[in-house]
């Protein structure tokens, strides 16, 4: 009865394990979903605030439909909408670019992109 108890337990303790990496993976995958689900319905509002911001002007801590901001900074012709830290460390966020695609970003849909780095802090 020993032995059998010696080989079930590191077998639990891999089901357990296993259970816990793939909860965490679903979380993982339904956090990215929600967040895209969010900026869809927060982009029209987005895009209005950045069309009546003018150059060089900053507002700070704003919500904008479903998503809030710590920042929101036209810089440029673009308009960035700067979400915080994310799990690495690096900031990240919107760019509402309709003239010309900003360097080192992400196409999300028609005038926006996504960046994921700190040099918009």
């Not at 793939?22 to 987005?46: C, K, P, Q, Y």
């Not at 960035?80 to 900031?91: A, E, I, N, T």
């Amino acid at each position: 009865m020993i032995e059998t108890r010696r080989v079930e337990r590191p077998a639990l303790r891999r089901a357990a394990y296993l259970g816990a990496v793939l909860l965490t993976a679903i979380l993982i995958v339904a956090l990215i979903w929600a967040e895209d689900l969010r900026f869809i319905h927060s982009s029209g509002n987005m895009e209005t605030v950045a069309r009546a911001l003018g150059e060089g002007v900053e507002l700070r801590d704003q919500n904008i439909g479903s998503l809030s901001f710590e920042f929101v900074r036209r810089e440029n012709e673009q308009v960035y909408f700067y979400r915080g830290k994310g799990w690495g460390g690096d900031g990240y966020g919107y760019v509402w670019s309709p003239a010309s695609r900003p360097s080192d970003v992400r196409h999300v849909r028609g005038p926006w992109y996504e960046f994921r780095d700190d040099a918009h802090q």
